[in-house]
C-alpha cells in the first residue's frame, strides 16, 4: 500500500500523454505537481508555469520526460508551444541530493546531475519497468515490420540480435506468430535460455551467416552489430528494425548504399501505446518518490 505524497512539491517538466498519467495519479497521492509544457488546467495541486526556472522553486523532486534532453539539454515536450531547455542554472538552485527522475539519461543530464550533486534515477534501466516496457516495444517493433514488408510474420526468417528485455519479449511474441526465430547474443547463458524458449541461438560471431537467411532483423544492441560486413551478407529485401537507444546498431548510411531498408525505432511504448506506457510509468514512478523523497 503507497503511503502518501501529501505536501510534497514535485516539478513536472515537458513530456508526453505519458506524463498526463502519471501526473494524476502524484495528484491522488496528495503531491502539488508544478508542470511546464503540458496541456493540463490549474487546480489545488496543480500549478501551471511558463519556465522551469520558477517551476524547481521549492520543490522535492523533479520529474523529465522518459527521453530527458537531447545534448544541447532540450527537453522532450511534445506539448509545449516553444522549446524547453534544461540550463545549469536551474539545475543549481535544487537542493544537493534532490531525486531527478527521468527514463534515459544522456551525457548531458549525467554531467548536471553530477555536478549538483543530484540524486539521479534512471526509470527505464529499473528491471520491472523495462520488463513491463518490452510488451508495447516489441508489439510497436512487430507493427513496423508488418508495415514495411509485403510478407507476413507467420513462416519468415526472424533474427533477434540480444537476448535480454526487450528482445526475449520480442523473439517470444515473433514466435508465437508463427516466425522462424533466431536468436544472436554473446552471452553462453542467454543464448542457453533462448534454445530452451524455441529458438535458435547463435554467436554474435556468427551473424554474417546468419543474416544470409533472414526476412526480419531486430536489434536490441545498442552496440554497431549491423556494419558494413554483416549488411553486406543480406539478401535484397530484408527488413532490418532497429529498437536500440540512439544512435542503434545499424550502420544506416551503409544499409542505404546496399538498398537494405533499416528503421530506427526509438520510443515504441510512447508512440504506439502511449496509454499502456503511461500507466506503466503511473503504477511505478509515485512509489519511486515515496521512496525518495523519504530516505
Ligand atoms: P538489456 O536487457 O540490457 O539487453 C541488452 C542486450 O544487448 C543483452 O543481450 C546484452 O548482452 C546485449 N548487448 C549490450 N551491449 C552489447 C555489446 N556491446 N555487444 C553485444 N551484445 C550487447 O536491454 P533492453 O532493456 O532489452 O534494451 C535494449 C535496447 O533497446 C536498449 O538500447 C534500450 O534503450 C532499447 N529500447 C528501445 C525501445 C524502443 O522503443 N525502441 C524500448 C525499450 C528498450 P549482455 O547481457 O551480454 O550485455
Redesign the pocket.
Known sequence: MLSSLSGIGVAMLGGDQRNLLVMQRLVELGATVKVVGLPVSESDRVVVYEDIEHALQGVRAVLLPVPGTDEEGKLHAVYAKDPLYLQPQHLAQLKPGTPLLVG?ARPYLRKLVERYKLALLEV??IDEV??L??I??AE??ILLAMQNMPITIHGSQCVV????????TLARMLKALGAHTTVV???PA?RARAWEMGHRASD?GQLPEVVGRADFIFN????P?LHREVLQRMRPGTLIV????APGGTDFGCAESLGIKAIL???????YSPRTAGEILADVIPRLLIEAVSS
Do not use: K
Open positions: 534515459v527505464m534501466e523495462a520488463i516496457n518490452s508495447p516495444s510497436g517493433a540480435t540480444g537476448f535480454g528485455r526487450t528482445a526475449m547474443a554473446r552471452s542467454q554474435l536490441t544492441i545498442p552496440a552489430v532497429d529498437l536500440a537507444s525505432a526509438p520510443g515504441l511504448p510512447g508512440r
